[in-house]
């Protein structure tokens, strides 16, 4: 069985930095798109950022410049570095990834990650 799991969340101070990781567990045969959402309180959950394994990446114009994803295929894991950061980037982090198990393709999800920046 595939389980995400997230770490790197917490308390930070505006114009702090904080850098979340997501592994992958179990056997795990590939990984294309690696992601990171977020849902702030009583908001939808949004898409921050994501790599779609070809180097190609994407950014929420909220984040850009300020937010790095990068990913680690030998360890199936991905990170988002996060510098520069505002209270209203407070919210639970979810991390996502779209990989082959079991002979068949699936989105996966993290169990989210509390990240809270204090103004």
């Known amino acids: 069985q595939v389980q995400l799991v997230e770490s790197g969340g917490g308390l930070v101070q505006a114009g702090g930095s904080l850098r979340l990781s997501c592994a992958a567990s179990g056997s795990v045969s590939s990984i294309t798109t690696m992601g990171w959402y977020r849902q702030p309180p009583r908001k939808q959950r949004e898409l921050v950022a994501r790599e779609t394994g070809g180097g190609s990446t994407y950014y929420a114009d909220s984040v850009k410049g300020r937010f790095t994803i990068s990913r680690d295929n030998a360890k199936n894991t991905v990170y988002l570095e996060m510098n520069s950061l505002k209270p209203e980037d407070s919210a639970v982090y979810y991390c996502?990834?779209?990989?082959?198990?079991?002979?068949?393709?699936?989105?996966?999800w993290g169990q989210g990650t509390q990240v809270t920046v204090s103004s």
């Open positions: 996502n990834m779209y990989l082959y198990y079991n002979l068949r393709w699936t989105d996966y």
